[in-house]
């Protein structure tokens, strides 16, 4: 069957096609109105608000958050939500719901999880590039409708507070507890320091470490002092045990001793002048013989003084050699212990500091817990409140009216084809050449007026064939 063909056979019954095309929709306005009424209310709330009660804010927006409205969605769906919406509604409490609930599980499991599944069944949660959430829930009842998702939002925000502040408030007192011990921690360094500061006699460690050294440096420096002084007196002594006293320094530098020897010189000149011209009987020989041996006297007299002086100093210098090196070995004993106590003292210092750093920290930490534990907002916010639907989601009546109309059609041209394939007609010239094989002689046109003629004969006109 061609196009055409099945044009023709639509022109010829088109009252089937008629008949079934209203009957359609008929039914389908007969459907619409049996149906039950099914109403949407949707409520959207914005998780994207800031947040002025929390102190430590986040880098990003929580929109920037991998996840973020995903984890919201599903905290919207979840069951503790759910309960809080019955808990909230009180639909528990209704004898009708208690009936329903004991008809459908036999009076088994928990009233208030099996009311929460069956409101999350009729509720969707959308989200778009925006960081509003829709929550849309559909119900027999439009103000029911309303009321549940109204109470979903407000239960979402709920919920939302209680997660952010309940684990606040754990923290808050678990670090209260910690803040306890830690206070005893610093307290016994503390005391611990100080008791070991008093048994070593440390006021101010680094000063006093400063002074020792110095006093230390300045012993070591007077017995490198005194060493050589003894060495060069002792040097001294071995010269003149070994040489003439006369060729000791400080002999040779006493200008006493030098005068006098002078004077013993002149004094042996004469001598020696005295001797060419008297003899050593002479009186004047004697005299001048007495005075020579008096100065020799005195200059032996003087080395000896000198002498001694140097063997004085030479013990003296020895002796304080001594001392000093027994002061710089208690010195150094005391720099080495006030090493230790030194570094003694830095290690409890550092368990101090320690232990305050920790308190520190837990005492800041402490006190963000209990400020954000007492927040009374989120960053949740009802944007639009769910308004009581005037119009039903389901059934819509013009819907039903397009899809019975498109039903209809179908029905009727599917009726139309096959009642031609059962009963075949003859509707055209081509199906008369195709089902006879005769010449077509002619064709009787419908009626026009330009046929009638008079007295209201018709001509059959001929065939252009």
Not at 309 to 323: F, I
Request: positive net charge.
């Amino acid at each position: 069957m061609t196009f055409q063909q099945f044009l023709l056979a639509l022109r010829g019954r088109w009252k089937i096609c008629v008949a079934l095309l209203g009957a359609t929709i008929l039914a389908a306005f007969l459907v619409t109105l049996v149906m039950p009424k099914t109403y949407e209310a949707v409520t959207s709330v914005l998780v994207d608000a800031k947040d002025d009660q929390m102190i430590n804010q986040p880098l990003g927006s929580p929109r920037q958050q991998l996840g973020y409205m995903q984890t919201q969605i599903d905290i919207i769906q979840s069951q503790r939500v759910a309960r809080e919406v019955v808990q909230n509604m009180k639909l528990a409490d209704n004898p009708n719901v208690k009936a329903a609930f004991v008809k459908s599980t036999g009076g088994h499991g928990d009233i208030v999880d099996w009311l929460a599944g069956a409101l999350l069944h009729d509720l969707k949660v959308d989200s778009s590039q925006s960081s509003v959430i829709l929550m849309r829930y559909t119900a027999n009842d439009p103000k029911f409708a309303a009321d549940v998702a109204n109470a979903f939002a407000k239960a979402y925000v709920d919920v939302t507070l209680k997660l952010r502040v309940d684990p606040t408030k754990e923290a808050a007192t678990w670090f209260n507890d910690q803040l306890k011990g830690l206070r005893n921690d610093l307290e016994a360094a503390q005391a611990k320091l100080a008791a070991f500061q008093r048994e070593k006699g440390i006021i101010a460690t680094d000063e006093r470490m400063d002074i020792e050294n110095t006093r230390l440096n300045e012993l070591s420096n007077q017995a490198l002092q005194a060493s050589a002084q003894s060495i060069d007196s002792a040097s001294k002594l071995g010269q003149s045990g070994r040489t003439s006293p006369g060729a000791v320094p400080e002999v040779i530098a006493n200008p006493m001793i030098q005068g006098l020897k002078a004077e013993l010189l002149r004094a042996e000149s004469k001598l020696a002048e005295a001797s060419t011209r008297l003899g050593p009987n002479h009186p004047q020989y004697q005299q001048q013989a007495a005075e020579v041996k008096a100065l020799r006297e005195r200059v032996n007299a003087e080395m000896a003084n000198v002498i001694g002086g140097v063997k004085s100093a030479t013990s003296s210098s020895y002796a304080r050699e001594q001392a000093l090196k027994r002061d710089l070995a208690e010195q150094r004993k005391k720099v080495e212990a006030l090493r230790d106590a030194r570094s003694q003292s830095i290690v409890l210092v550092r368990d101090v500091d320690t232990a305050q750093k920790a308190y520190d920290a837990a005492l800041q930490r402490y006190l963000v817990n209990k400020v954000e534990s007492g927040a009374r907002s989120t960053n949740v916010t009802v944007l639009n409140a769910a308004p009581v639907p005037l119009l039903p989601l389901r059934p819509r009546l013009s819907v039903n009216l397009a899809v019975g109309v498109f039903v209809g059609l179908l029905l009727g041209l599917a009726a139309v084809f096959f009642l031609e394939l059962l009963d075949r007609r003859v509707r055209s010239t081509g199906d008369l050449e195709i089902g006879v094989e005769a010449p077509l002689l002619g064709t009787l046109l419908p009626w026009h007026p330009s046929t009638i003629l008079g007295g209201g004969e018709t001509k059959a006109l001929p065939s252009p064939t």
